[in-house]
């Protein structure tokens, strides 16, 4: 089983910057990697980027050369760097716990509860 913790969250203006934190506790052999996933007002929840055990990242083109994800493996977390934000960034973010395989990353069953970041104009 994994745990998984975000903090970070806030309110920031448009063009500000944001760090959000995933901290994981636990262990399943099965997990090779980790991501954030938001769900924006009225939308479905959505990929934003992820990285394997290797530090290897990819991202969603919305973020893409705005946000950077990177891991530490020896304090077991997960960071998203947030740069340059926007209004339609505004959401609730999650961290997940998955694999990467093949060239894709599937999405485990482990959950963070959310912290939201909200982004004025």
């Known amino acids: 089983q994994v745990q998984l913790v975000e903090s970070g969250g806030g309110l920031v203006q448009a063009g500000g910057s944001l760090t959000l934190s995933c901290a994981a506790s636990g262990s399943d052999k099965s997990i090779n990697a980790k991501a954030w996933y938001r769900q924006r007002p009225g939308k479905p929840r959505e990929w934003v980027a992820h990285i394997d055990i290797g530090g290897t990242a990819n991202y969603a083109d919305s973020v893409k050369g705005r946000f950077t994800v990177s891991r530490d493996n020896a304090k077991n977390t997960v960071s998203l760097q947030m740069d340059n934000l926007k209004p339609e960034d505004t959401a609730v973010y999650y961290c997940?716990?998955?694999?990467?395989?093949?060239?894709?990353?599937?999405?485990?069953?482990?959950w963070g509860q959310g912290t939201q970041v909200t982004v004025s104009s």
């Open positions: 997940n716990a998955g694999l990467y395989f093949n060239g894709h990353y599937n999405s485990g069953n482990y």
